[in-house]
């Protein structure tokens, strides 16, 4: 999956939680995610002196990029609810990066079969 399928099929799912997300998927979404963040980040100190663009894209990616987090998470055969791991300072992070860079489960399981 190229760079531009990526982010095409996560927001082509804009809130659909279920199925099933790839590697490719889940993390070239979040570089495109990291990339805009920066360019938006430098547009609004340059043109508004605050974050303005800013909030309005993280307000815009939010349910997208829940989505592709719970279905990555299923992809390795976890509930979606895992994700609320992440609330644990530090060591939930650490476990969720290392569940997102997990191969997922080969051919099906509960939540679907793999992605292509």
Known sequence: ?????????VFSK????????SRPEFWWFALFNVIASVVLGGVDQAVFGREILSVVYGLGVLLPG????IRRLHDTDRSGWWLLVGL??????????YWYASEGT???NRFGTSPA
């Open 1 to 9: 999956m190229t760079f531009s399928e990526a982010v095409s099929t």
């Open 14 to 21: 804009y809130a659909v939680f279920t199925g099933r997300a």
């Open 66 to 69: 829940l989505g592709v987090a």
């Open 88 to 97: 644990i300072p530090l060591i939930g992070w650490i476990v969720l990066v």
């Open 106 to 108: 080969r051919g099906e």
